[in-house]
């Protein structure tokens, strides 16, 4: 009876201990959900202020390249055009031999990220899948490279390009462009990401290295595929010191070394200048446009999902 009545007496305390343990629980999940929200509140700031960044500039190129140039002297802090004109786009193409700057920034730039794709892909392969003395310290040797300035290696490219009579021509400024130590650590860091009995299945199978390399690693590999691609096409397509170095024929430069002519032909109007900013940035934009959801998949990828 005595045990009875105090398990009975015990029974509400222990309901009570219960209930205050549960609005514990749920204060704290509370808090957490608050805590998270002000996190994404402040990330989605932080955002938006970086686009904004971003695209003020872009938006104040447009506008100043569509204004006539006296509207543009009598107030050129306006964004508005009362009466906007292509005019300046037209000027600008027809001062210059912009077509054939397209043409050879995409064919350097194409050519470039191939190269670079394929040597840095085999390269992370090799230190990712091969057991090899010292393989760790000619990673870090690789990744060492980082921390030399491109500037410093230009000098001996320019003369080892001249001395091969390989200067004007597209290949001077692809080669010096192809490695890329930043490549070989975003493939390295996805190919560690896939499971090592796949590998081991197809080599217990008889397959050669290269072939699991093209046939099973590859295939795995698009999103850091696309996003590899993406960066070094872009890097290369806006690179203008070392084009500018190793091409001074006028028919095979890049367009932004070309555009650089055509601002001097113009004396710098700041209409033109816009223009033909706005025409160089063209197709980075629509790159990004298209492949951005490759580029993030890319970057957040690290393995298999």
Avoid: C
């Avoid at 205050?20 to 938006?48: C, M, P, Q, Y």
């Avoid at 990744?143 to 290949?171: D, E, R």
């Avoid at 690179?239 to 028919?251: E, G, I, R, S």
């Amino acid at each position: 009876m005595a045990t009875l009545t105090s398990a009975a007496s015990g029974t509400p305390e222990a309901a009570s201990g219960g209930t205050g343990a549960g609005k514990a629980g749920r204060g704290a999940a509370a808090r957490r959900t608050d805590s998270e929200r002000l996190f994404n509140r402040v990330t989605l700031g932080v955002l938006i202020a970086l686009a904004l960044l971003w695209l003020v500039p872009l938006a104040w190129a447009f506008a100043t390249s569509v204004r006539p140039p006296g509207e543009l002297a009598t107030n050129p802090t306006s964004w508005v055009a009362d009466n906007p004109t292509l005019a300046n786009y037209r000027e600008v193409l027809s001062a210059g031999r912009i077509p054939y700057w397209y043409v050879n920034s995409f064919i350097t730039a194409a050519l470039t990220t191939l190269l670079s794709v394929f040597t840095a892909s085999l390269a992370a392969f090799a230190l990712s899948r091969l057991r090899f003395r010292y393989r760790r310290p000619v990673f870090l040797a690789i990744l060492a490279g980082v921390m030399i300035p491109p500037q410093l290696l230009m000098i001996p490219h320019f003369l080892t390009l001249q001395a091969t009579g390989m200067l004007n021509t597209y290949w001077a400024v692809i080669l010096p462009q192809v490695p890329n130590v930043v490549a070989v650590f975003v493939f390295k860091q996805f190919f560690d990401g896939i499971p090592v009995e796949l590998t081991d299945a197809a080599r217990a199978d008889g397959a050669s290295w290269l072939r699991i390399y093209w046939q099973i690693v590859m295939p795995l590999s698009r999103p850091a595929i696309s996003a590899v691609t993406i960066f070094v096409f872009v890097w290369t397509w806006n690179n203008f010191l070392w084009p500018l170095l190793a091409v001074t024929d006028p028919q095979m430069m890049t367009l932004p070394v070309g555009l650089t002519s055509v601002q001097d032909a113009f004396g710098l109007p700041q209409a033109q200048l816009m223009a033909s900013a706005v025409l160089g940035a063209l197709p980075l934009l629509t790159v990004f446009l298209f492949f951005q959801r490759r580029i993030v998949e890319g970057i957040a990828g690290t393995g298999l999902k």
